[in-house]
């Protein structure tokens, strides 16, 4: 799977690399010009409970945005509608 980030100059790749000795999972970042990393191309090895971890990390994230999101809502909702 890939998605675009920084402005669509930095893409990343998220992959099982099958050729890792602990089956890990890559990130693979590719930038149009050097900006965070070193050379235009990098990868990144997570084991499987790294990854896990980051996915996990990532769901509670936006699961507070969420939740926040909501509760603004609620009381703009409430200062118009007492």
């Given at each position: ?46 084991s499987p ?34």
């Amino acid at each position: 799977m890939s998605l675009f980030l920084l402005d669509d100059t930095l893409r990343l790749t998220v992959f099982y690399d099958r050729s890792s000795e602990e089956g890990a999972i890559c990130l693979y970042f590719e930038e149009e010009s050097p900006v965070l990393f070193q050379g235009t191309e990098t990868r990144l090895l997570l084991s499987p409970a790294q990854a896990k971890a980051l996915a996990q990390a990532l769901l509670e994230a936006l699961q507070e945005r969420e939740k926040n999101l909501s509760s603004t809502l609620q009381e703009v909702l409430h200062e118009h509608h007492p």
